[in-house]
């Protein structure tokens, strides 16, 4: 096809018409992604650390930060009392509501290296020092396939989490992120005759710094339960594929100790390192009676 050169013309002046206008779109959808002056984004992960339980359903509702957008850091101030800072008059402190989506999450689902984004938002720059996370009234349990609600005590409608400022991960400019572990054994206390107490315990951690240990244990009929301990212990229930693992793990030498039931015997793996960023891949654990 041939064309004149009054269309070649007009042709080639629209090819580059488009072409700067999606360079320009392009330019443009960069410019709006990144971090403003001024503001950070911020990404809060949940994960948990499984109890013996079918289900653990906990109700969340708002998650918020407190931020000290100061250059000092005030909560170093030794005339500031830790019971009521949050009420004085500072304009350089700052709650900031994260978005989210409020209501149930299952918990137990969050085990063996899943997690949630559970909060996130842009806020001004500065410390975070507190994360606040107000749970609703609809928490409840599943144990042997039988439902319970799960009560809160008196002013444990709302969970506090205090931060030095530090604990964050910036894993690109003006963006961080931060995990917590919401370790279920710790929290759930059975006060009586399958009456269920929540009184959260939160762990926070960063994968920059911490690593992980993963495995296989057959078979399922099992019901193994792994501990992996030094100072502390972490724990993990197997999906029915026999894998687990344990996220959030301090660099240093770990003991692993398989708990087998319904007759499986136990076993421990002695000596097991960990590093940062790694995962740490035991060789495949088969139980037997």
């Known amino acids: ?5 009054k269309l070649l013309r007009v042709l080639i002046a629209t090819i580059s018409f488009v072409a700067i206008f999606m360079v320009s779109c392009k330019k443009e959808n960069s410019s709006t992604s990144a971090v403003p002056p001024g503001q950070q984004k911020i990404s809060l992960y949940l994960s948990d650390d499984p109890a013996l339980f079918d289900k653990v359903l906990i109700d969340i509702q708002s998650v918020k930060v407190l931020v000290d957008t100061s250059a000092v850091d005030s909560l170093e101030h030794p005339w500031r009392h830790d019971h009521n800072w949050d009420d004085e008059k500072d304009t350089s402190v700052v709650w900031q509501d994260l978005t989210i989506r409020p209501g149930v999450y299952d918990l137990l689902t969050l085990r063996n290296g899943a997690d949630t984004l559970l909060a996130g938002g842009t806020i001004p ?3 975070i020092k507190r994360i606040k996370i107000t749970l609703g009234s609809d928490n409840s349990l599943v144990k042997d396939s039988v439902s319970y609600p799960l009560h809160l005590y ?3 409608s709302v969970i506090t989490l205090k931060l030095s400022g530090n604990e964050f991960d ?4 003006g963006q961080f992120q931060l995990w917590l572990d919401f370790n279920v054994g710790k929290s759930i206390i059975n006060v009586r005759n399958n009456e269920f107490y929540l009184r959260p315990f939160i762990r926070l951690f960063i994968t920059k710094v911490t690593g992980s240990i993963d495995g296989e244990i057959k078979p399922w009929d099992a019901y193994a339960v792994v501990s992996v301990y030094n100072a502390d212990t972490a724990y993990a229930i197997p999906f029915g594929d026999g894998k687990f693992k344990v996220r959030g793990l301090t660099p240093g030498t770990y003991t692993v100790f398989v708990n087998g039931s319904n007759g499986y015997q136990d076993t421990t793996v ?3 390192t960990v590093s940062s960023r790694q995962e740490t891949e035991l060789p495949h654990i088969v139980l037997h009676k």
């Open 125 to 127: 720059q500065g410390k």
């Open 1 to 5: 096809m041939k064309f004149s050169g």
């Open 170 to 173: 910036e894993y690109l400019a």
């Open 270 to 272: 002695n000596n097991v």
């Open 154 to 156: 008196p002013g444990d």
